[in-house]
């Protein structure tokens, strides 16, 4: 079964991409491309904020297509989490939510890890996969 | 004594009822830790005002890691002013990393600067300074963890001890000052 997750990126506050994988066979892209769609999408997500007729927006939470859904939260640092997945993929958000948490863990306090750099962090990428092997059972249609 | 230093569930706010169960760890461990590291930090620097700034420092980059952990895992959500914002500090991030709670006080006209006082500071179970260490803020690193952390919430203050046991005082009271917010917004003109 292929994952309903095709990818996940990680922007910090100034649009930089420090992190991204893929988790599927579909929609996988070279690095040229996800460097691309993280700067597309910081810049985007700064545009909604703008375009909100109403005070007190924060930018495009969930942007649904014809062939794909990408689920974005923003943590209150500033620090953009999102995933690119299958379409009308449900709880992309507390997935979002529990990578935020694991990046707290296994970035952030590695005291290796250099703040706002790209994230190489080995038990960051283990327990990432775990938590999206985990989820494909619990999420999807 | 072994009340945690970790995270400390549950919380205050009915909102936390989710918290996750967060570690605790030995509080004699903890406290003996940041001894060790106070008297290092003396023997290498050998000046107390360099100790202060070193520990301020030190807590400023424990501040802007830390604020994800307490974001990601208290769900308190965006503070529409300073002031509650000092009362999230006093009430849940104390709790949280410390065991214990502060109290808000003394606020100025312009509600940008206040005290946190804490009555009870497990910092300094043990400690008793000596004569040579008199203008020691031994528990500086809470005033650059604070500073820290608000910095990545868009918030620049200023944060210093004005009251300390150590120093014979009746309790421990931090100033917490808010000297700039910096606007979240997209910070580019549209003619840039």
């Not at chain 2, 830390?66 to 104390?94: H, M, P, Q, Y």
Request: charged share 25%; glycine share 8%.
């Amino acid at each position: 079964m292929a994952s309903n997750v095709y990818n996940l990126f990680i922007i910090n506050k100034s649009g930089g991409l420090i992190f991204y994988k893929d988790y599927g066979s579909l929609g996988r892209l070279d690095t040229n491309d996800s460097l691309r769609l993280a700067s597309l999408w910081h810049s985007m997500h700064a545009i909604s904020q703008q375009l909100s007729p109403t005070l007190g927006c924060y930018g495009i939470e969930l942007l649904e297509a014809d062939t794909f859904d990408l689920r974005c939260f923003q943590a209150l640092t500033g620090t953009k989490f999102f995933v690119v997945a299958e379409p009308g993929t449900q709880g992309l958000d507390s997935l979002l939510k529990n990578v935020y948490g694991l990046y707290v863990d296994y970035v952030l306090k590695n005291p290796f890890y250099e703040v706002e750099m790209p994230i190489r962090c080995e038990l960051f990428d283990l327990s990432l996969t775990q938590l999206i092997r985990k989820d494909k059972g619990v999420i999807g249609r | 004594m072994s009340t945690g230093f970790g995270l400390m569930a549950p919380l205050l706010r009915p909102s936390d009822a989710s918290a996750p169960n967060v570690e605790k760890v030995n509080a004699e461990l903890f406290t003996l830790t940041y001894g060790a590291i106070v008297r290092q930090l003396l023997t290498d620097f050998e000046d107390v005002d360099e100790v202060n700034k070193q520990l301020d420092t030190m807590g400023y980059h424990i501040g802007i890691r830390l604020i994800d952990d307490f974001l990601s895992k208290s769900n308190v959500t965006r503070c529409t002013e300073f002031k509650e914002t000092a009362e999230v500090i006093a009430k849940v991030g104390f709790k949280m990393f410390l065991g214990v709670t502060a109290t808000v006080a003394n606020w100025d006209a312009d509600g940008t600067e206040c005290s946190l006082i804490l009555d009870d500071n497990p910092l300094v179970d043990y400690v008793e300074l000596p004569e040579t260490c008199q203008g020691l803020y031994y528990c500086n690193v809470l005033c650059g963890v604070i500073r820290g952390a608000l910095e990545m919430v868009s918030m620049r203050t200023e944060v210093k001890w004005v009251r300390d046991v150590l120093h014979g005082d009746d309790t421990f009271e931090m100033r917490l000052k808010l000297l700039k917010q910096v606007p979240e917004e997209y910070p580019y003109k549209d003619d840039e």
